[in-house]
């Protein structure tokens, strides 16, 4: 049955109920992940009518489908965001690990302590938050901890420590604190973080003035610089819709298969911060932004009282799930912040889209200025070489390919040189552009418009030999070489025997230079890799009756070969070793 049959045949039988569909390429891998109202009607839309550019190109990979149904659309709206965090499909909008907001923690213990954290777990600590970032989240925590001194360390220490002495702790671990005292401070933390930092402000404004009226001037200076500090990090709250709700307002924009969107945090009814997203998305504009959504608030414990959304979407599942008030303003102060977090998602969009822009202006300009400079044809396939060994020990070569000045990772190759021995650059060059260029050959590849080799002119001599003398071709070859300082200072091209002039600070150096970088990175992770290996393989696997899977096992109990040999025998028990293997194993290991 052809791909086109099996999924004409399975369209056929999809249900008219809720449930989540699992697409796949042709290799069987989830490529994209999408809930539905009703499977039937969803999924056969992928297949039916015309789509633009960025769906085609999903449907375009599609070679069979699954689909689970499910009770309810919530519960296929849940399904669907742990499969899209299970499998992270190519074509899902799929927020990464790492994207975790920072918030400011006020401990439930006796003696209650600040802390920044990325979870909001229900343990009876006060969340404050979400910030943007942990330099804002860190920024207002050290303005707190200057306000309100309670204990730092983790676990109480047995004496006063620095803290205590500048007024910053209150010292449990030596003297009795009245929980009142501590009461008082996490109400005014409390406060402070809800948007009241004007009552803290003028507090300490009073007590200023009280200060320098008595004389007390260096005093008055502290508290005059910790007034202007809470200015500075609480700048940022400029709109205030003038009530005390905690609110997440959501704008986005999408052009060119990219979308951008802004959250906008609003605590108390004032706008503290912001975060900025831009991705790529392969779906329709409206269900991309509400999956992002979704995402934003899956397995997060902190809510807001109300989320506001931008007009036209179906926002009906997504409350239900969250019990959060979802609104979608027509009028008033609500819609101009959603209209605003909207509008800063377009030029923040559009701002990326020029700076791409000009990237890709610098780059196609470096590359036309190395033609210009080799006086070949705009050289838009570039291939580049490099060896690596340590005296001669497991050496290899690698390959990166920049295409229009970009690098093509999926095009890089790596070399185990097979025919060298000893540590000789040259042969090993030799071997290695003879075996790239007869299988690009024999299979018919694209042969680069340049070749770029780490090294000077006797690695360019040893390519170039290869390429003419034995494979008959005419491929430009230039190479770099680097000065006693190791740094790159010279071109070299083709038979010439002198270096080409090249200004060190044209478009045309640089992309020489990363190029160079690139080749060698790899090249030397290569080479890591495979001395690494080769160390473990050339002691462990020459042990009589210790095979690969026994290999593993002892690496993976053990750690490394030291922990072997110190071990003793009944330890290999643990992992299925008898005695008698074990006590020959380190024997060998203590004579090596």
């Known amino acids: 049955m052809t791909t086109r049959e099996n999924i004409k045949g399975k369209l056929a039988l999809l249900p008219a109920k809720p449930g989540v569909y699992l697409m796949k390429d042709k290799h069987g891998e989830i490529i994209y992940v999408g809930k539905a109202k009703a499977l039937k009607n969803r999924v056969r839309s992928y297949f039916a009518g015309s789509h633009d550019g960025k769906t085609q190109l999903l449907v375009s990979n599609i070679a069979d489908f699954e689909y689970i149904v499910t009770d309810t659309v919530v519960e296929a709206l849940i399904l669907e965001n742990n499969l899209i965090k299970k499998h ?17 923690k006020i401990t439930n213990e006796e003696h209650p302590r600040l802390e920044i954290v990325r979870r909001v777990k229900k343990d009876g600590g006060r ?29 109480l220490k047995p004496k006063v420590c620095l803290y205590y002495h500048i007024n910053q702790c209150v ?39 009280t200060e320098a009226e008595a004389l007390h001037f260096e005093r008055a200076k502290e508290l005059r610089d910790l007034i202007q500090h809470i200015d500075k990090v609480m700048e940022k709250q400029k709109i205030d819709l003038g009530d005390t709700v905690h609110r997440d307002v959501f704008g986005y924009y999408a052009n060119k298969g990219m979308m951008c969107v ?16 831009i991705f790529q998305h392969h779906g329709e504009e409206k269900e991309d932004f509400l999956s992002y959504v979704t995402q934003f608030y899956f397995e997060n414990a902190d809510l807001p009282k109300e989320i506001l959304l931008p007009i036209g979407l179906d926002t009906d599942v997504i409350e239900e799930w969250l019990s959060v008030k979802i609104r979608v303003p027509m009028r008033g ?8 977090a909207c509008e800063n998602a377009r030029i923040a969009l559009e701002e990326r889209f020029k700076m791409m822009d000009r990237d890709m202006d610098r780059t196609v300009r470096a590359v036309q200025q190395l033609g210009e400079i080799l006086a070949i044809p705009t050289p838009v396939r570039i291939e580049s070489f490099d060896n690596s060994n340590i005296q001669g020990a497991d050496p290899v070569a690698a390959m990166v390919v920049f295409i229009n000045g970009q690098p093509a990772k999926k095009e890089y190759r790596k070399y185990k040189i097979r025919t060298v021995q000893g540590p000789d650059d040259y042969e090993s060059m030799r071997e290695v552009i003879r075996r790239r260029f007869i299988r690009a ?36 070859v230039c190479g770099l070489a680097k000065d006693d300082r190791h740094r790159t200072s010279q071109l070299f091209f083709g038979h010439e025997p002198d270096p080409l002039p090249i200004d060190r600070s044209s478009q045309a150096f640089y992309l020489l230079t990363r190029i160079q970088d690139e080749v060698h990175r790899f090249a030397i992770a290569f080479h890591r890799n495979t001395h690494g290996k080769e160390a473990i393989r050339s002691v462990l696997d020459d042990i009589p009756g210790v095979g690969e899977k026994r290999r593993k096992q002892l690496l993976k109990h053990f750690g490394s070969l030291d922990a072997i040999k110190g071990a003793p025998v009944e330890e290999f028990r643990k992992i299925g070793i008898g005695d008698k293997l074990a006590r020959e194993i380190l024997q060998f290991l203590r004579q090596t």
């Open 127 to 155: 969340y404050f938050g979400p910030y943007p970032n942990a330099g804002a989240a860190a920024e207002t925590k050290k303005l707190l901890d200057r306000l309100y001194p309670l204990r730092k360390c983790v676990k």
């Open 333 to 340: 102060d609500k819609k101009q912040l959603v209209d605003m």
């Open 441 to 476: 050959l024999k299979e018919k590849q694209p042969l680069p418009d340049l070749i770029v080799i780490d090294g000077g002119k006797g690695q360019i001599h040893a390519a170039l030999d290869v390429l003419e003398n034995e494979l008959d071709l005419e491929v430009p």
């Open 171 to 209: 010292a449990p671990c030596e003297f009795p604190v009245d929980p009142n005292e501590y009461d008082r401070m996490v109400k005014e933390i409390s406060q402070f973080l809800n948007g009241g930092h004007n009552v803290i402000k003028q507090q300490l404004t009073e007590k200023m003035q």
């Open 88 to 104: 992270t499909p190519h074509f899902n909008i799929a927020l990464k690990d790492d994207k975790t907001y920072p918030y400011i």
């Open 262 to 277: 802004q959250v906008f945090y609003v605590r108390s009814g004032k706008l503290i911060e912001r975060d900025v997203a």
